[in-house]
């Protein structure tokens, strides 16, 4: 049983996340769903005689408490175990009902629309930049301005506390390398193209969902996946063409990218989407610096314009796709990025003249279908 519907079937549920001397952290499904029963279960744990000080991180689902070190980690666990099943039977609140997780699926939807915009519009910068500047220099300077963009987070103590440095460290390593394969397969086909074959990431991560974080697909989702499949198919005419350079670049970044998106969906679980965003860009940073450095060239200032762009747009649209994975399963939220194709057509035509293929057209209307699909049988659910 996955923990949302556990939180269904029982609200005062909740399981140890991480536990050191003096300090525990605690998953609590309906932080996120339930402001009020939030801030009610913060009221008791402070009132607690052990307790130190005490946050809820609700985007996280999580509450973690500091409390005096002679107690040991059961007896605290046990104390707010009973705290979290009181706080649940008293009535300041209304009950968590299915309607609240498919509400949270419709918000998650809704931002993995704007993630698509967003990363639609870099890919469009980055493909103007490059008839100047190399990829591998945009990708270190874009994610260094990232770093300047998010600096007034970035230093608050709060926002890089994190128990899961490892998978954050291991996370920027893998989308170090899918940054580079896709920056520069961006450079050599067009937009559309592009993203035509980056849909096998979400095909590859949604498997990954459900062979590693026991996610399961629903009806609505195998009808997106299953037009999805069948609009890359009419775009890529497989057989039919020669797979160019610049499509097997992007056929491996897209498969690498996979398992970014899979990091990702685990990190939200405990760390706030500032977290995971402010990590990416300082970890991959200097990663990307070694490769920047042996095409290096300096910029000029209109380059450095687009390259705020491109840093703005790529913050923005991390940041957007990291708070659809907070807010909905992996499998509900993937298929929409399929809409990112119709982005990428009209910035293409747009801007760069490329000619809309009548195929490409086709299958982005038949992928098109299948997320609204289901964005509509979520909202038939809520209502």
Same mark, same amino acid.
């Given at each position: 049983?996955?923990?949302?519907?556990?939180?269904?079937?029982?609200?005062?549920?909740?399981?140890?996340?991480?536990?050191?001397?003096?300090?525990?952290?605690?998953?609590?499904?309906?932080?996120?769903?339930?402001?009020?029963?939030?801030?009610?279960?913060?009221?008791?744990?402070?009132?607690?005689?052990?307790?130190?000080?005490?946050?809820?991180?609700?985007?996280?689902?999580?509450?973690?408490?500091?409390?005096?070190?002679?107690?040991?980690?059961?007896?605290?666990?046990?104390?707010?175990?009973?705290?979290?099943?009181?706080?649940?039977?008293?009535?300041?609140?209304?009950?968590?009902?299915?309607?609240?997780?498919?509400?949270?699926?419709?918000?998650?939807?809704?931002?993995?629309?704007?993630?698509?915009?967003?990363?639609?519009?870099?890919?469009?910068?980055?493909?103007?930049?490059?008839?100047?500047?190399?990829?591998?220099?945009?990708?270190?300077?874009?994610?260094?301005?990232?770093?300047?963009?998010?600096?007034?987070?970035?230093?608050?103590?709060?926002?890089?506390?994190?128990?899961?440095?490892?998978?954050?460290?291991?996370?920027?390593?893998?989308?170090?390398?899918?940054?580079?394969?896709?920056?520069?397969?961006?450079?050599?086909?067009?937009?559309?193209?592009?993203?035509?074959?980056?849909?096998?990431?979400?095909?590859?991560?949604?498997?990954?969902?459900?062979?590693?974080?026991?996610?399961? $697909?629903? =009806?609505?989702?195998?009808?997106? %996946?299953?037009?999805?499949?069948?609009?890359? +198919?009419?775009? *890529?005419?497989? &057989? #039919?063409?020669?797979?160019?350079?610049?499509?097997?670049?992007?056929?491996?970044?897209?498969?690498?990218?996979?398992?970014?998106?899979?990091?990702?969906?685990?990190?939200?679980?405990?760390?706030?989407?500032?977290?995971?965003?402010?990590?990416?860009?300082?970890?991959?940073?200097?990663?990307?610096?070694?490769?920047?450095?042996?095409?290096?060239?300096?910029?000029?200032?209109?380059?450095?314009?687009?390259?705020?762009?491109?840093?703005?747009?790529?913050?923005?649209?991390?940041?957007?796709?990291?708070?659809?994975?907070?807010?909905?399963?992996?499998?509900?939220?993937?298929?929409?990025?399929?809409?990112?194709? $119709?982005? =990428?057509?009209?910035?293409?035509? %747009?801007?760069?003249?490329?000619?809309?293929? +009548?195929?490409? *057209?086709?299958? &982005? #209307?038949?992928?098109?279908?299948?997320?609204?699909?289901?964005?509509?049988?979520?909202?038939?659910?809520?209502?």
């Amino acid at each position: 049983m996955t923990s949302q519907a556990l939180a269904l079937t029982n609200p005062a549920s909740c399981r140890l996340l991480h536990r050191v001397p003096g300090r525990i952290r605690i998953y609590i499904f309906r932080l996120a769903a339930d402001p009020a029963h939030a801030d009610l279960l913060l009221l008791l744990v402070r009132q607690i005689d052990f307790v130190t000080e005490a946050r809820i991180n609700a985007p996280a689902r999580s509450l973690v408490v500091h409390y005096a070190a002679n107690l040991s980690g059961e007896q605290v666990f046990d104390r707010l175990q009973r705290v979290v099943q009181f706080a649940a039977t008293l009535p300041i609140s209304a009950p968590l009902e299915p309607a609240v997780g498919m509400d949270k699926n419709l918000s998650g939807i809704r931002w993995m629309l704007l993630a698509t915009g967003c990363f639609a519009g870099m890919q469009a910068a980055i493909r103007f930049l490059s008839g100047t500047i190399h990829p591998f220099q945009i990708a270190f300077l874009s994610h260094l301005i990232g770093i300047a963009i998010l600096a007034p987070w970035i230093a608050q103590p709060a926002i890089l506390h994190t128990e899961k440095f490892p998978l954050h460290l291991l996370r920027a390593v893998i989308d170090t390398g899918a940054t580079l394969l896709i920056f520069t397969s961006l450079s050599l086909i067009p937009l559309a193209e592009a993203n035509a074959i980056s849909f096998t990431a979400p095909l590859f991560a949604v498997v990954g969902a459900i062979a590693f974080l026991g996610e399961r $697909l629903q =009806a609505h989702t195998w009808v997106s %996946l299953v037009l999805g499949a069948i609009g890359i +198919l009419i775009i *890529l005419r497989p &057989g #039919l063409e020669l797979i160019s350079l610049g499509a097997l670049l992007m056929l491996a970044g897209s498969a690498t990218l996979g398992g970014v998106l899979l990091l990702i969906k685990v990190l939200a679980q405990t760390d706030s989407n500032l977290t995971i965003n402010a990590y990416t860009v300082l970890l991959m940073t200097p990663l990307l610096l070694v490769p920047a450095l042996l095409v290096w060239q300096v910029p000029t200032l209109i380059d450095l314009i687009w390259l705020s762009f491109v840093a703005a747009l790529m913050v923005s649209g991390h940041t957007a796709m990291t708070q659809a994975f907070v807010d909905a399963d992996l499998t509900t939220v993937l298929p929409v990025e399929f809409v990112q194709i $119709l982005w =990428a057509s009209g910035l293409g035509f %747009l801007l760069f003249a490329e000619q809309l293929d +009548l195929w490409v *057209l086709v299958g &982005g #209307l038949i992928i098109f279908s299948g997320t609204t699909t289901t964005a509509a049988m979520q909202g038939s659910q809520s209502a």
